[in-house]
Antibody, heavy 117, light 112 residues
Framework: EVQLVESGGGLVQPGGSLRLSCAAS????????MGWVRQAPGKGLEWVAN????????FYLDSVKGRFTISRDNGKNSVDLQMNSLRPEDSGLYYC??????????WGQGTLVTVSS | DIVMTQSPLSLPVTPGEPASISCRSS???????????LSWYLQKPGHSPQLLIY???NRASGVPDRFSGSGSGTDFTLKISRVEAEDVGVYYC?????????FGPGTKVDIK
C-alpha cells in the first residue's frame, strides 16, 4: 500500500527548531515531487513547501522562506522539513504529501507542531 | 498570489439529494496544454485530506462516480449527484498553476 508516515512533531518554544520527517513506501519515490501542507487548529489547509524529484529545486511559502528548509533523501525514500526560528503561528498539523501534475494524490496522517512558551 | 474563493462556506445537505460547491480563482488556471491546474479535496472529520478531482474534471482513483468536477479558467464546480452520509466533511479546492500553491477556505458539508 502506498504510504506516507510523518514524525518529529512536538512542543517547542518560540524561536526554537524542529525537524519533521516523512517516510515514503510502496511507490517509486524518485518519480515524484514531494510537499508539506499544514493546518492550524480549526483552520484550513496551507501549502508550505515543495521539492522536485532530484532535490535540485525547492519552493516555499513566503512566510517560511529563510526559516524552513525542505530536503529529500532518495536513497532512504524520505523527505524532511527543517523548521527554525519557529513562531506561534507555525503551530498546526503538518502533512507530508505526494505531488503529481498539479495535485497531491497521497497524504500522510500528519504530525502536530505546537509552538508555545 | 492566486486567491481562491469558495461558496457556500457551509452547506447542509439531505441524503439522496444533489449538492454543488463553487470555486473561483483570481487568475485563470488554464494551462497551455488545455488542462486546468485545479483539484478538489475532501477532509473527513479527524482525517487527512483526500484527493477527489484533479485537472479540473478528472476523478481520482477510487472516488465514487457521484462526484464530478467541471469548469475552466476561473470558475469551477464540484457536484455530488446524490449525497451520502459518508460525504460529510470540509471540501477544499486548490490551485497549483503557480507558486505559492493556494487553497480555498473550505466548504463544510454536513447532514441537515
Amino acid at each position: 500500500e502506498v504510504q506516507l508516515v510523518e514524525s518529529g512533531g512536538g512542543l517547542v518554544q518560540p524561536g526554537g527548531s524542529l525537524r519533521l520527517s516523512c517516510a515514503a513506501s510502496e511507490f517509486t519515490f524518485t518519480n515524484y515531487w514531494m510537499g508539506w501542507v499544514r493546518q492550524a487548529p480549526g483552520k484550513g489547509l496551507e501549502w508550505v513547501a515543495n521539492v522536485v524529484e532530484d532535490g535540485s529545486r525547492k519552493f516555499y511559502l513566503d512566510s517560511v522562506k529563510g526559516r524552513f528548509t525542505i530536503s529529500r533523501d532518495n536513497g532512504k525514500n524520505s523527505v524532511d522539513l527543517q523548521m527554525n526560528s519557529l513562531r506561534p503561528e507555525d503551530s498546526g498539523l503538518y502533512y507530508c504529501a505526494r505531488a503529481t501534475d498539479a495535485r497531491y494524490d497521497v497524504w500522510g496522517q500528519g504530525t502536530l507542531v505546537t509552538v508555545s512558551s | 498570489d492566486i486567491v481562491m474563493t469558495q461558496s457556500p462556506l457551509s452547506l447542509p445537505v439531505t441524503p439522496g439529494e444533489p449538492a454543488s460547491i463553487s470555486c473561483r480563482s483570481s487568475q485563470s488556471l488554464l494551462r497551455s496544454d488545455g488542462y486546468n491546474s485545479l483539484s478538489w479535496y475532501l477532509q473527513k472529520p479527524g482525517h487527512s485530506p483526500q484527493l477527489l478531482i484533479y485537472l479540473g474534471s478528472n476523478r481520482a482513483s477510487g472516488v465514487p462516480d457521484r462526484f464530478s468536477g467541471s469548469g475552466s479558467g476561473t470558475d469551477f464546480t464540484l457536484k455530488i449527484s446524490r449525497v451520502e452520509a459518508e460525504d460529510v466533511g470540509v471540501y477544499y479546492c486548490m490551485q497549483a498553476l503557480q507558486s505559492p500553491i493556494t487553497f480555498g477556505p473550505g466548504t463544510k458539508v454536513d447532514i441537515k
